[in-house]
């Protein structure tokens, strides 16, 4: 009953980690950013303010649903730590989903109370990032959480599967790029925040005249945005086709690699359509849903691969499940 209702949990509060990350964006989006004025964090002073306008529900709700959100991880994280306590990605992923949605939060107040300065571009951009790194290890927590409750006191005793090892190179590869995917982002967060989606016009994959415009103006944000996002693309097309050589019995991999390929192609493809609707906001919430899901596809590789500097250890001894702990006394690191 306790692995059902902490997977419950996860599975709620990861809900909550998307639609917190989806109404900011959407806050950025219809720059609602002060409709709450610079006080926070109530609205306009006031727990239930007197005049609500549309960019007001936009702010104020984001901040509600970052607030349940919150509490919601700060409890996943509590329990899944009491119930794990010798399982060290649950401590690994439920510190970074806390540490990260504090830390946006935080954020978060700043550019409200500092929202004309030069928060607005610098903060907002680290805002979404955080975010972004929170989600990702909600997600990650969720599915922990749902690989170590199959271990039960009815099912006590399971036999780890043999895992072939992925070399250093590979490891650092596949880290390499969802390092350089999140750099990325902030290219993308810029845009946004700068105000330079649609700098270009409707133009795609021109901007005007020229392929080339001056990277300190709207326009060279924008084509840059566009170069970064296309050199992703390729980087994840050849490291699906490197995977499916080199570890085809990983099926995780594999189908991480596959995943990942198809959703960067998604991805690209409502890039364009941001571009070609104008910005629409339903066109621009669908591009961050899909970063936001590539992002934790390509952090669900990392762990998949594990750490670069660590040697690998293949296990194949029993994973017991006791009574008492009923967790995960072993762990392949």
């Known amino acids: 009953m306790k692995h059902r209702l902490l997977s419950i949990l996860a599975i709620v509060t990861s809900i909550g980690a998307y639609f917190m990350l989806l109404l900011g964006a959407a806050v950025t989006k219809t720059d609602s950013g002060q409709g709450c004025g610079n006080s926070w964090p109530f609205c306009h002073g006031q727990l239930i303010p007197d005049s609500v306008?549309?960019?007001?529900?936009?702010?104020?709700?984001?901040?509600?649903?970052?607030?349940?959100?919150?509490?919601?991880?700060?409890?996943?994280?509590?329990?899944?730590?009491?119930?794990?306590?010798?399982?060290?990605?649950?401590?690994?992923?439920?510190?970074?989903?806390?540490?990260?949605?504090?830390?946006?939060?935080?954020?978060?107040?700043?550019?409200?109370?500092?929202?004309?300065?030069?928060?607005?571009?610098?903060?907002?951009?680290?805002?979404?990032?955080?975010?972004?790194?929170?989600f990702a290890s909600v997600i990650l927590l969720t599915m922990r959480i749902m690989q170590l409750k199959q271990v039960t006191p009815e099912n006590p005793e399971r036999t780890a599967q043999q895992i072939s090892p992925i070399s250093k190179g590979m490891q650092i590869v596949v880290w390499a790029v969802t390092?350089?995917?999140?750099?990325?982002?902030?290219?993308?967060?810029?845009?946004?925040?700068?105000?330079?989606?649609?700098?270009?016009?409707?133009?795609?994959?021109?901007?005007?005249?020229?392929?080339?415009?001056?990277?300190?103006?709207?326009?060279?944000?924008?084509?840059?945005?566009?170069?970064?996002?296309?050199?992703?693309?390729?980087?994840?097309?050849?490291?699906?086709?490197?995977?499916?050589?080199?570890?085809?019995?990983?099926?995780?991999?594999?189908?991480?690699?596959?995943?990942?390929?198809?959703?960067?192609?998604?991805?690209?493809?409502?890039?364009?359509?941001?571009?070609?609707?104008g910005a629409q906001l339903l066109v621009s919430l669908l591009h961050t849903t899909i970063i936001a899901v590539l992002f934790s596809v390509l952090c669900y590789l990392c762990v998949q691969v594990e750490w670069p500097w660590k040697r690998h250890v293949v296990n194949t001894r029993p994973v017991i499940a006791t009574e008492s702990s009923k967790e995960y006394l072993h762990e392949t690191v």
Not at 98 to 126: H, P, R, W
Not at 243 to 256: C, K, N, Q, S, T
Request: include cysteine.
């Open 179 to 277: 390092a350089y995917t999140y750099v990325v982002v902030y290219t993308g967060a810029l845009v946004r925040h700068s105000s330079a989606t649609l700098a270009c016009g409707e133009q795609f994959p021109t901007c005007g005249a020229t392929y080339f415009p001056n990277i300190f103006t709207a326009a060279g944000i924008q084509v840059m945005h566009r170069y970064a996002a296309s050199s992703i693309w390729l980087l994840l097309l050849v490291l699906m086709i490197v995977l499916i050589r080199v570890a085809r019995d990983r099926r995780d991999l594999v189908w991480g690699s596959l995943w990942a390929f198809v959703l960067v192609s998604l991805q690209a493809m409502s890039g364009m359509a941001t571009v070609l609707s």
């Open 53 to 134: 306008s549309i960019a007001t529900v936009y702010e104020y709700s984001h901040r509600i649903m970052s607030g349940a959100d919150g509490f919601l991880i700060f409890a996943l994280t509590v329990f899944s730590w009491l119930m794990y306590r010798r399982d060290f990605r649950i401590k690994l992923f439920g510190f970074m989903s806390l540490f990260f949605v504090v830390l946006q939060a935080i954020l978060g107040a700043l550019t409200v109370m500092y929202e004309g300065t030069y928060a607005k571009d610098g903060l907002l951009s680290l805002h979404f990032g955080f975010s972004l790194i929170s």
